[in-house]
């Protein structure tokens, strides 16, 4: 079966610090990948999607950057966090065709001071 | 462009009560529907989804949607609701040929016993 790995689970950094939030997925193929953030009462707001190594499509523009150096390895970056970063990160992986339902991992919840 | 709205952002019902919650989108061609719960604590999964046939759909844990296309809805029901069913409630919607799905705000349901 599938399953789908984020770390960390939690993360305090400060204002100004590098980031790297991790999500890998088991047990599939070529699967299409997503980043999202979750706001309280403002539902989820997609960053980054992929649909293959190396391709990284941006939603909205932000402090963040995201690669995929690898099928099933998705990465969240940023060089610079700002106070604003602050939130509860999910990934996410689909099957390809890509408007079957998602598969969400558990989250990184990241807290900037 | 596609929308969803989730009219209802904070629900408070007993338990025994029923539970309809609301979903409207926007978008001209053919559509899938999706609805996702969030127990506290867990990941976002899916409660049941519609793609096809009869728009009556049921998911998981008593469960059931209905997608009514002249009025863009997909409406979540339950016609007895416990305790345990309290979560937010997410309405997704993605289109034929798009990586993009797009998310309503959410719907918080607290349910007391």
């Known amino acids: 079966s599938q399953t789908i790995h984020q770390w960390p689970a939690t993360l305090v950094q400060p204002v100004g610090s590098p980031l790297s939030l991790e999500c890998t997925v088991e047990?599939?193929?070529?699967?299409?990948l997503y980043w999202y953030r979750q706001a309280a009462g403002r539902g989820l707001q997609l960053l980054f999607y992929?649909?293959?190594?190396?391709?990284i499509s941006s939603e909205v523009p932000q402090n963040l950057s995201a690669s995929r150096p690898q099928d099933r390895q998705f990465i969240l970056s940023s060089k610079k966090l700002l106070l604003s970063d602050s939130g509860f990160y999910l990934c996410?992986?689909?099957?390809?065709?890509?408007?079957?339902?998602?598969?969400f991992g558990p989250g990184t919840r990241l807290t900037v001071l | 462009a596609q929308s969803v709205s989730q009219h209802n952002h904070h629900v408070i019902l007993s338990e025994a009560a029923s539970l309809e919650l609301g979903c409207n989108y926007s978008?001209?061609?053919?559509?899938?529907l999706f609805w996702y719960v969030q127990y506290p604590g867990q990941h976002l999964q899916l409660l049941l989804k519609?793609?096809?046939?009869?728009?009556l759909v049921k998911g998981i844990k008593g469960f059931e949607a209905e997608f009514i296309k002249s009025k863009f809805s997909f409406n979540l029901r339950k016609p007895s609701v416990q305790w345990s069913d309290t979560a937010e409630y997410f309405c997704?919607?993605?289109?034929?040929?798009?990586?993009?799905?797009?998310f309503g705000r959410g719907t918080s349901l607290i349910v007391h016993p």
């Open positions: 047990g599939t193929s070529n699967p299409n």
């Open positions: 997704a919607l993605s289109s034929g040929g798009s990586y993009i799905p797009t």
């Open positions: 996410a992986w689909s099957p390809t065709p890509a408007w079957n339902e998602q598969f």
């Open positions: 992929s649909v293959g190594i190396g391709q």
């Open positions: 978008y001209g061609g053919t559509v899938n």
């Open positions: 519609y793609f096809s046939g009869d728009p």
